[in-house]
DNA sequence: TTATTAAAAGAGAATAATTATCTTTGCAGA
DNA sequence: TCTGCAAAGATAATTATTCTCTTTTAATAA
């Protein structure tokens, strides 16, 4: 668990309580949850909070590489406070989104792509998108 | 080269000229084209087309499978007409996407998630996503 | 502690992308 | 050729997000 004060502070950036509260939203939500989703959750403790606000302190955490987006082919963006290498399970019948973390696939790609380069690009990341259907 | 005519017949669609049109422009913007960059294409030789048909159009052949939609994290959707099972390589600095195919990464990784299952998923399909830059 | 100040929050309007509604048109089968 | 249904076109509506402007507040220093 990161302290979201100190990584905001790390960061230069001021500490105040919306911030906290949007982030630890994200973090609570869990799964990948939209917007619509932060501010239900933020909005049992903060009634009060301004929807410009949440847009406006996600943008600031994303691009100070505190929270990221997920990529979609929805119309609603979804973020995700898992900042370390991960891969993403897609149902296919629902929205649901949850993540997968596999070192050994990892590597197994990370060799594959050493040894095998790919023409005019350098790759800096990669990674799965695994579509499917949760089981049970 | 696929009939576009055919694959419309095929799926009980109306062959009309915009449809074919709509899917051609896809073809011809190459590299996953955003609605404006078909509009825009579309407009060269059907100046008077809708917008709103333009979206129907997408939708309809995304439904029935003959274009696909690009994953992304921006604001924009943007539209595939390769459908044969390939990777993207997303540019870190632009908006560029390019198609990746490499059958031997496929069989790696297909080879990889048969030995090794994830729990309470059962994969139907993967797709990497590639993020650097191109170089030269 | 208080004063200062730049940055952030809040409110609401504006914009952008996409979808929906309704009317008109036109493909396709009879 | 006629007819009916599906699609196109026009435009309004909706949704997600951003912007602008004012007020508030966190951080720093006196
Ligand atoms: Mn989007
Ligand atoms: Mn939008
Ligand atoms: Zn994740
Ligand atoms: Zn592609």
Redesign the interface.
């Known amino acids: 668990m990161i302290s979201i004060h100190k990584a905001l502070k790390e960061k230069g950036l001021k500490v105040t309580p919306q911030r906290v509260a949007i982030y630890k939203a994200v973090v609570d939500c869990k799964n990948h949850p939209t917007v619509e989703n932060i501010i239900d959750t933020i909005k049992m403790e903060y009634p009060s909070i301004s929807v410009g606000t949440v847009y406006k302190v996600l943008n600031v955490l994303v691009s100070n590489d505190l929270l990221r987006?997920?990529?979609?082919?929805k119309?609603v963006?979804r973020y995700d406070a898992v900042l370390e290498h991960h891969h993403h399970?897609f149902c296919?019948d629902t929205d649901r989104i949850?993540d997968?973390e596999?070192k050994?696939?990892d590597i197994?790609?990370a060799a594959?792509f050493k040894k095998?380069e790919?023409k005019?690009?350098?790759?800096?990341?990669?990674?799965?998108?695994?579509?499917?259907?949760?089981?049970?």
Chains 1, 2 share one sequence.
């Open positions: 987006k997920v990529e979609s082919e119309e963006m399970l296919m949850e997968y596999d050994e696939l197994l790609v594959y095998k790919i005019n690009f350098k790759i800096e990341n990669f990674k799965l998108h695994i579509t499917g259907k949760f089981i049970k």
